[in-house]
Structure formats: C-alpha cells, structure tokens
C-alpha cells in the first residue's frame, strides 16, 4: 500500500515540477492574472489612477467563488504547452490519460444514471396505487 502512494506521489511530483509544464503556467498565470497584481503594484508608483482601479477591480472579482480563471489558467498552459514543446511527449502523454480518465469516469456516470432513469416510474414505489 505504501509503495502505490510513494509511487503515485512521486508520478504527480514529476508531472507538476515538470519546467516545461512550471514555464507554462507561469506565463499563463501572468496572461490571466499577473497583469493585475503588476498593475496594482505600478499603478500607484506611476500616479495611474487608472490602472489602479482596473487592477483592484479585476483583483476584488478573482476572489468570487463562480470566477473561472483558474480553468481559464489551465486551459492556457495547456495550449501554451503544446504549442511551446510539442515534443514533451511524456507530459502531454500523462494530460492524455488524464482526460481519457475523465471520459471513461464521464461515460460510465452517464450509463448509470440512465439505467437508473429507465427503472423509474416503475413498481409502487412510485407513489401510485399497489
């Protein structure tokens, strides 16, 4: 039991130190994000009003809970990855798996939620007269 968990942490420590996949995320992170934290920082320094009040607010709406930029942060750094190093064989292959796993995990709720649908409305547990 100890030797999978060594191993799988070892797999997602490999995958997420990767420089490759670290260079990605940050350059996505300062495409989605970063700007703001600069702008905060320069807007006042520069005497920018401007720039301080569209950088504060973008930073007050990253802190809402339905915000999507970390999606968004991934999807770039993805894409970014791919384009960058399409030879990284081996982390594009570890995203492979992972979205195939979610395929399969997807496809199997879905038939079961299904066959669940399909068994509804009958016997009398439904409500109806036994």
């Known amino acids: 039991m100890f030797e999978k968990i060594k191993a799988a942490l070892k797999k997602a420590y490999q995958f997420l130190l990767n420089p490759h996949l670290v260079l990605c995320v940050g350059i996505a ?49 993805i894409w970014l990855l791919r384009k960058l190093y399409p030879d990284d064989q081996r982390t594009l292959q570890v995203l492979r798996d992972l979205k195939q796993k979610v395929k399969d995990k997807y496809s199997e709720d879905m038939a079961r939620f299904r066959s669940r649908k399909k068994g509804d409305g009958e016997g009398p547990s439904e409500g109806g007269t036994p």
């Open 29 to 77: 992170w300062l495409i989605t994000n970063g700007w703001s934290y600069i702008g905060a920082a320069l807007g006042p320094v520069l005497g920018w009003d401007w720039l301080t009040a569209v950088s504060a607010a973008y930073l007050a709406m990253l802190w809402f809970p339905f915000t999507p930029e970390k999606i968004l942060t991934a999807l770039i750094a």
